[in-house]
């Protein structure tokens, strides 16, 4: 799972709740000890936990148009997918950090302008289901805007289809390793926290 990051006044308002979620409106102050305790506390003053995750890559759970993108990408000879995330309150998003490929890597930027002459430059339906597209939209645009849908369906594969939303925010990434079908969230290093 990814980087959680909390502040202790969500924590203090979630001890005011008993084990059955109703509200005690007292503050259990043992609970927001303990868990203040048990999370780590960042440079920014927030606190923090990492939770790992990997699951398989479920081709039969992607939509039509991420499989044609995933078909588009194994014809590239991709080989692992750099994912990113991001989310918090009631959103969550997921970005292409790089396509590793057999001869080399691949940019978002990269992948829309090599994608637009092919059958994801006909893909009008991508950027309605985000909903910020009309039928005017770019080849270009067109082929990105699939290739985010991929990225948003793998990402509520590993993180669930709520990723991103809560009274939290969090950050992280995952690679999407194409050769051994699998999602495997990568835990934050000092570099890449």
Known sequence: MPKFFYDE????????????????GEVNEAEVTAEVARLKRESDGRLSEYQSAQCALNQDKLSATSRLVLQELR?????????GYDGGGDEGFAHLDAVKTTSGHFSMAQLCDKFQHGPLGDTPEAGRIFGWRDQNATRSEQACDAISWLLYELAFQLLGEGFGTGEFSLDGAFVADLETGTLTDIAPTTENN
């Open 9 to 24: 006044e969500t924590l203090r308002e979630w001890a005011t709740y008993s084990q059955d979620g109703e509200e005690e």
């Open 75 to 83: 014809d590239l000879k991709a080989t692992q997918l750099w994912i």
